[in-house]
DNA sequence: CATTGTGAACGCCTTCACAGCC
DNA sequence: GGCTGTGAAGGCGTTCACAATG
């Protein structure tokens, strides 16, 4: 029974779990030895019941009347999102987005590193971003074959992100993440995720429309 | 029936009326006329069926054989999103990641101006960014008072994301797009959203650590 | 006795499938 | 014939509520 670990894992339970590794990180620095599911969810504005379902999907190892083991749910947890590793990861198209996502915190600690900066603009080839270099794209099949990066950022225009994503799985990476306002068709064995600023703010706007127009029967909450 | 734009409408289909106004803008720009549900869900990655009760959501205004008038439609996904205005943006956290959105075209064009950009750091108070000045963070209260911003933008570190969010809701803004990795606390007439570059790549490593491990061998525990 | 793990109910979005209309 | 709009069915995640447990 504590074996169930190879089931199906809702896409909105993964998304929460990084949210948990987050919280654990910091109560273990802490130095916290256990925290119960209502701990959590009140950290992570979710309720208990969701997290306790979220967390059965990894196990069953939460001790009823006390809660779980900070460090073991941590590991548990890393291991799950595959943290217990380090994943090359090479952003294509090193604009601003691209430069400020080399220097987040998100890359530069825990499980990533940035094995190669990709652009076009002669300007800027050769610079370097946190001790990598600026190549050009058409050297991306050489970082490839050095790093064999399994995780490809694309920061381009609109423009070049279709292309560009194809060249990424060209040379075998398997994830991308899609800043560029477009939506990439690729195979589907190659998992993408999309982050759009655009889509982003106008979902803001849309509720606040609604809310702006309701002249008092809106419910929409 | 043209006027049940009232109603409540799924938040998957407003991201979707997002991606579905940027196919229509293309669309329009090349001077095509009408669009059916199937070519924009092509364009779009989606099924037929989805689009077509996407946009069932903002009236009756499709022609059977025909698909829809891609102007019209345009006009009503803008209106819809709150695109036939313009909204005021101020971004609290003007390191490179707040540089970067400002100068995105997801606020250079369209329905978005900055009109704050707000710091604590002393070095680069008084630079400009396309043409708006860096101002320090207790001037909050006067941006507000002379823009009425309604939408603010977190790019700050992690630690000081709460209280930012907390004095952007004090001056009045009531949309908050969140790019500090921290879970942010707030009322619940406050709109949220929360973009995380960890939780992004954590997620593609999820999947793809569970491929890797796929092979029989249960190296999950 | 506080807290977990989970069957069952619920609600919501997606998808199907087709009547109706151009 | 081509395509929309939508009832109905299906699938999936959330929430409830409680028996089980240290």
């Given amino acids: 029974m ?17 949210i948990y590794q987050r919280i654990l990180h910091g ?30 999907h990894l196990g069953t190892f ?17 291991r799950a999102l595959g943290l217990d590793r380090v994943w090359p990861v090479v952003i294509v198209g090193v604009g601003h987005l691209g430069r400020a996502l080399a220097r987040s915190p998100g890359f530069t600690t825990g499980g990533f590193r940035v094995v190669g ?8 080839l050769g610079a370097t971003i946190e001790g990598v270099a600026i190549r050009h794209l058409s050297e ?6 050095e790093h064999s990066p399994s995780i490809g950022v694309v920061t381009t225009p609109a423009g070049a ?7 990424l799985v060209e040379v075998g990476v398997c994830s991308i993440l899609n800043f560029a306002p477009a939506v990439l068709n690729l195979p589907d064995r190659v998992l993408v ?22 002249a008092g029967l809106d419910n929409a909450l």
């Avoid at 504590?2 to 990084?18: D, F, K």
């Avoid at 991306?140 to 074959?145: E, G, H, I, K, M």
């Fill in 62 to 78: 939460g001790m009823p009347g006390t809660g779980y083991d900070v460090a073991f749910l941590l590991e548990r947890v890393d």
């Fill in 193 to 214: 995720r999309t982050v759009d600023l655009s889509v982003e703010l106008q979902v803001l706007t849309f509720y606040q429309a609604r809310l702006a127009g309701g």
């Fill in 140 to 145: 991306l099949r050489d970082v490839a074959r």
């Fill in 117 to 124: 900066l990709l652009d076009t603009d002669p300007a800027i």
């Fill in 27 to 56: 109560a273990a620095s802490r130095g916290e030895r256990t925290i119960s599911s209502a701990q959590l969810a009140e950290a992570g504005s979710l309720n208990a019941a969701k997290v306790r379902r979220d967390l059965s």
């Fill in 2 to 18: 504590a074996e169930r670990v190879r089931a199906h894992i809702p896409e909105p339970t993964v998304l929460r779990l990084s």
């Fill in 161 to 167: 992100a279709q292309h560009v994503a194809e060249s």
